[in-house]
Structure formats: C-alpha cells, structure tokens
C-alpha cells in the first residue's frame, strides 16, 4: 500500500536528530528495491545525465527526460520521499519558466518536492516556487550544474572567501523558503557550521559526518559507474563485476548449447 513519507517526517526526523538516508535512482527497479529497502528520500537526480545516459555533465540533460525519469520512480515508490531535480535551463533563464517547469514535475512526474543549484543568486526562484506550495531542496557548495564557472568538479569553500560565501548561500537558501539543503563537495567542517546554524536539514555528499543526513548516486555505491570513484564515495558493492559474470556466463551457454535447457523449454 502507497503511504509514502511526506515533509512532516523529514521534519520530525530532523526535529528527533535522526539522521536522514537519500539515495539517487531513475527508473522503477532501483526505487522499487530501495524502497522497499527503506531508504528515507528517493532523489531522481539530473545525475541520470552523467549515469545513465553517459553525458560527460548533467548539462544536457532535460525537461522530458526528468519527467520520464521521475515518473518511473513515483511509480514504483510506496514509503519514500521523492525529490526531482531541476534539469539546467529550467529554472535559471525566467522565474516564469522554473514555477512551470517546478509545477510540471510535480504534476507530471509524481515528485514531492524539486530540488534546483545555487545560491544568492536563486532566491527569488526558491521564493516563487514555494509560493506555489511545492516544497524546495537547496543545493550549494560544488553545484555540478556550474562545471564551467568552477573550472571541473573541485571541492568549494576552502579558503575564507569561499567559505563565506557558502555560509552566505546557505542563510539565502534557507531564507527564502527551502526545506532542505544539499552540502555538496566542502568541507566537513564548513558543513558543520552550516548545520549547526540553519533550522532545517542539511544532506551532505562528499561534505562529511555532521550534516543532518547523507545522499550518495546509487550507481556509484554500487561500483556501476565507470572509472573515477571519488574519495567520498563508499562503494556497498560491486554490482559491475557481478554483471560482467552473469553476461559471460549467459553468453558461453547460448555459445555451446547449454542455454536453454530442459527446464526452460516447453512440452
Ligand atoms: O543529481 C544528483 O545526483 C545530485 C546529487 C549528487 C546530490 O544532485
């Protein structure tokens, strides 16, 4: 039966000081099992560019595939929170364009709340798509959506300027109606600071222990993603390796008429 967790249990769980569990995923198995898992927030993030679709950023990565992407995963959720992410160019271009295009993920796609990168710079945006009663993720820190702006994907906030800004980021986020933020690629203890000063959770991914809950992309703690694994990301499995050696296998067997056999055939 469908009762999935709303607002008010992240709220309450981040009122009881329970740490807050989100995983990535983008179609129906992977929210179907971790779901079921019992993982606290499904993000159906614009990192399906770089996971599933091989983009070498989440740049090109739009509207109808979100949608798709999002529908796929409501569909198959029966306790989690969902959050969809805001695709580049949804939100950032007109105000006008980010409450159609929050509201459409929502109406379209079965999301609980979106979630959309920046800081200072997107209080209005935040402000204007609460304002409508959907519910909005902050995301700050290394925000891979500004790749270019950041030279590549490098920790953000190590010296005092940086670090200033970021705290700034947060209280602007927070301030204009957020109910959550994402602490992506800083410093623990910069993400200490800011946990300790918002009143709302914060989820970290590579932005250490003292962050209200933790997010990481289900591809890469499953050892599904190809090359570069960064420091931050503690891989749960090897699911490549085991793919690998069912494909062999499947493939030797059709190969020499072992596959199907009897119990696979019909009278
Ligand atoms: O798109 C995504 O997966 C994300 C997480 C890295 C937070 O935004």
């Known amino acids: ?30 929210a179907r099992i971790m779901d079921h898992a019992g993982i606290d927030i499904i993000l159906v993030g614009d990192s399906a560019g770089n996971v599933v679709a091989g983009h070498e950023n989440t740049l090109p990565v739009t509207m109808e595939e979100m949608i ?12 989690s929170f969902v959050v969809a992410d805001m695709p580049f160019l949804s939100y950032q271009a007109d105000i006008s364009d980010a409450r159609r295009n929050a ?62 800004k970021i705290k ?19 410093p623990e203890l910069l993400a200490g600071e800011i946990t300790a000063s918002l009143d709302i959770p914060t989820i970290g991914i590579g932005a250490g222990p003292l962050c ?30 085991l793919m690998t050696n069912a494909f062999t296998e499947y493939i030797t067997d059709v190969k020499e008429g072992k596959f199907p056999g009897k119990e696979h055939s019909f009278n």
């Open 212 to 241: 209200s809950g933790q997010v990481l992309v289900a591809h890469d703690m499953l050892g599904l993603s190809q090359g570069f694994s960064p420091k931050f990301v503690k891989r749960y499995a090897e699911l490549s390796q």
């Open 1 to 30: 039966m469908k009762k999935p967790k709303t607002i008010l249990d992240i709220r309450e769980m981040y009122e009881t000081k329970k740490k807050i569990a989100v995983l990535t995923a983008y179609d129906y198995p992977f």
């Open 103 to 164: 509201g459409r993920l929502v109406k379209e796609g079965g999301a609980h709340a979106v979630k959309l990168e920046g800081g200072i710079n997107l209080r209005q945006t935040i402000r204007a798509i609460t304002d409508m009663d959907i519910p909005v993720v902050g995301h700050i820190g290394l925000t891979p959506q500004s790749v270019h702006r950041m030279g590549g994907y490098r920790i953000q906030g190590r010296n005092a300027e940086q670090s200033r």
């Open 168 to 186: 700034e980021a947060s209280e602007a986020v927070r301030e204009a109606g957020a109910f959550a933020l994402v602490l992506e690629g800083i």
């Open 68 to 79: 798709y992407h999002t529908r796929s995963v409501t569909r198959a959720v029966e306790h």
